[in-house]
């Protein structure tokens, strides 16, 4: 102990950082030089009290202790999980406090009914960069807000009351990057916009069902899509140019295929899965890395037609998504092309499948790409033993094997 106590404030605090804010918080019995240290820390932890710390009492007790006591120059992170038993006016006090310590990055998940639980100071902060909200309700967006900071911005399911505001938000975010919305299944929302300027990132998830009519992306800077429409509803996509596209990770409905294809023609890497196969007259000049999930019977057309409107591919792979897999018909037809690729004559070089499963239509495309892709230097096919009770050695005689 005589050893730790040499050591620097700052250091001791860094030590602190390693622990629970509970048990860093509980260091200061230890001595009078450390009743204080925990008001240092550069983030606090109330995420975990909603089970670790037992009653609404105990936990809104702790956190009142805690938080108002905070002596940091700049709160760098504050995380608060709340249940529907906490009043929103202790929410707002402790956000409020939060604004007032500078704080750069904010998650809070609060399962409640009630709306505009954000005290003024909120909507003005100037020091916050990641705000990560969870299950809250969101009535209005004040008019003079601005979070001028802000670059990283998730909202998983929460509630927006009317189909303006989720736009209302973004607009206060002019320096934005990185958006992760999931919707919430009960949303207000018919239609909705994402209209960022300054976006790089952004990932959109639309739950299957939500009667939805709608939506608008308008991100002329985005690097990388994350698009996953299962919606059952038949609804249209105005996805505007994305001319910097890099990546995209698509998992959409036959309905919206064709005008989601036309906005990611230029990405370099394509993750995607759907049940149909796009339109002639796409050509993806740009494509080196595709993924493909196998999980659909057009699975293998949908190859089909990405091989051939691909010539630079360099690196293709075949797999079931994760959580594709127990809902998984997989691939019923192959039709060979008529004419080799020109992917396979000139450009691919890795090629690997996993949860191969031996049917014969797999084995066929295993063939044809293994017998055309004139430059492959490494090929990695690893068969589906649990589900399809192929063993790897009898993967490899029937591939041998075959004409």
């Known amino acids: 102990m005589d050893r730790i106590n040499g050591l620097p404030d700052e250091v001791l605090v860094k030590i602190l950082t390693f622990l629970p804010t509970k048990k860093a918080v509980s260091t200061s019995i230890l001595s ?3 009743e204080f240290l925990w008001m240092w820390l550069p983030r ?10 037992g009653t609404k009492p105990v936990i809104r007790e702790f956190i009142e202790k805690t938080l108002p006591l905070h002596r ?6 504050l ?15 402790w956000i409020d406090i939060a604004v007032s310590r500078h704080v750069r990055e904010l998650e809070i998940s609060y399962v409640t009914k009630y709306g505009n639980l954000f005290p003024s100071s909120f909507f003005t902060c100037k020091s916050l960069v990641v705000l990560k909200l969870r299950l809250l309700v969101l009535r209005d967006v004040p008019s003079m807000a601005s979070l001028p900071s802000l670059k990283t911005l998730l909202l998983q399911k929460v509630y927006f009351v009317n189909e303006e505001l989720l736009q209302e938000l973004l607009s206060i975010c002019p320096v934005l990057e990185d958006l992760s919305v999931e919707c919430a299944e009960d949303e207000d929302m018919d239609e909705f916009t994402i209209s960022v300027p300054s976006l790089q990132r952004l990932s959109l998830s639309i739950p299957y069902d ?22 059952e509803w038949d609804h249209y996509s105005l996805i505007k140019n994305m001319p910097k596209l890099r990546e995209a990770y698509v998992i959409v409905k036959p309905f919206l295929l064709n005008s989601v294809i036309n906005s990611i023609t230029s990405v370099k890497r394509l993750t995607i899965c759907s049940e149909d196969v796009y339109c002639d007259g796409f050509v993806f000049n740009q494509l080196e890395h595709l993924k493909l999930c196998g999980c659909q019977e057009e699975s293998s057309n949908l190859l089909g037609q990405f091989l051939k409107d691909s010539p630079k591919l360099r690196v293709l792979d ?3 998504e994760g959580f594709h897999g127990d809902n998984c018909d997989g691939m019923v037809c192959w039709n060979q092309p008529s004419l ?28 044809y790409i293994l017998k055309n892709a004139r430059h492959l230097k490494k090929a990695t096919i690893l068969a589906d033993t649990d589900e399809h009770g192929v063993s790897n050695l009898q993967m490899i005689k029937e591939l041998t094997l075959s004409p």
Do not use: M
């Open 72 to 77: 940091a120059p700049v709160l760098e992170c």
């Open 340 to 367: 080799v690729p020109e992917c396979l004559l000139s450009s691919l070089q890795i090629f690997n499948w996993s949860q191969y499963s031996g049917r014969p239509q797999e084995r066929d495309i295993a063939v």
């Open 79 to 93: 995380r608060i999980g709340l249940s529907p038993t906490f009043e929103p006016k202790d929410f707002i006090r």
């Open 44 to 53: 606090l932890d109330y995420f975990i009290y909603i089970t670790k710390l």
């Open 318 to 320: 075949i797999s079931v």
């Open 32 to 34: 009078k030089r450390w």
């Open 210 to 231: 939500w009667f939805l009519e709608g939506f608008e992306i308008d991100t002329p800077s985005l690097t990388y899509l994350k698009l996953h429409d299962w919606n």
